[in-house]
């Protein structure tokens, strides 16, 4: 039996309980301790200064998202590594703060786009159309929309927020990203690491090699200071879900469901993006583990994406934390389970290993998150780095012609410098006045997964 087939079906979805149905795989597991819990950690100064809510009360928010977004993965049986549609996010909280004062109606704000954003892509799901969309997008424009993110998260880290980041822990933030892109992506540490063991185990360690060497450097260089707080957390989650739930504060009106629109299409464009990019991901890796099929459904990942922001957006609002992908850890799980059966077991076994098996045991942890407090600036930069990396290296390998190549450039270009709608109406006319329908190739990027798919269904 495939792992991928292993267990419970509901629906078009499948449950998988840890320890069940996958095993624990420490090098993920460790990562996942640091890396995930320092990203996710970091709406936490956002939520205190706008959105009234005290350092426990963030925390306790940055769990109940953590906790729709694992669902993704042991709940709906998911291949992707699940984050925030991080490109968003600068977006929705330009939109929510300016246009909004006060933070019971930032919340409420929240909601409106969360659930306008699940009927979407609930609709796209259900109706099929999801799946169309992927079938039909051009070869160049699929390329074009990679380079996009690639680009983005390079401008976001050396131009948008260096100051914020970079600047502020600058030997710190490049020496975690040096050590990631050797251990992940180069050639010559590859050949090293097939000759040496205790490479080969530093490797299998991903991001959090990286984190380890900001941690230790950056108090040597006055960037990083810690205070540690000796002591248990108890969330309150009541009281946290009381000051945001529209159950408690009221719901959204009419107009804030209308002005929402134009941010939620705009979303899911971005998100388009990602769904594009994980399954390039994973079909680039497949043929190397023909053991593991891949179980890729872009329907179900719509209904499933629709229904984690449905329930985020009446337990605990802030759009858009509950995205399909977070693109860095899916690269780098991903590259080690094309490794081998060695390396990993299965797909699932890793991605949920990276999520703690689902278990939110540190956010009960007060000494780890306050050690983390000072390392989330660097967590983020290295994640967008890893992920302009990544995306960079994808999108280029697609297109076949020159003139792919060029259209996938400037497509890239547009969507990273202009807003969502110019860059993407940019992408459709340079990919259809340049290079044309290119009827040849369009799915191929799907239908080897597919076919794969087809022999593990039941």
Sequence with gaps: MSHQSTGWRWGPFT??????????????FLQGVFVATATGLALVPILEAYFGMSFEQGVTCSLLYSLFIVASLHTFGEPYAPGWNTPALPLVLAYVLVGYPDP?????????????FAGLVFVLGASGLGSWLMRWLPSSLRAGIILGAALAAFKKVFIDDAEKFLLQQPISTTLACAACLILVFSVPFQALRARYRSLRLLAALGLLPGFIVAAIVGPLVGEVHYDIQW???IPPVSETIAKMSPFSIGWPTAQMYVAAIPLVLITYVIQFGDIVTGTEVLRDA????????????????HLALGIRNALSAVIAPFFSTQGMLWTGVHVVIVQRWKEGPKSMRDLNSGLISYYLMGLPFIYF???LLTGLKPLLGIALSLTLLLTGFACAYIAMSIPKSNAARGTALLIGAALA???PWIGLAVGVAASLLLVGLEREGVTESIAPIANANARTEP
């Design 15 to 28: 449950m998988r309980v840890p320890f069940l149905h996958t095993r624990l795989i420490w090098p993920e």
């Design 104 to 116: 019971v109606q930032r919340f409420q704000v929240m909601t409106a786009l969360s659930l306008m």
């Design 231 to 233: 002591a248990w957390l």
């Design 286 to 301: 497949q043929p190397s583990r023909s053991d593991d099929p891949i179980d890729i459904n872009i329907r179900r990942s």
């Design 365 to 367: 942890m007060l000494p």
């Design 417 to 419: 410098m202009f807003p």
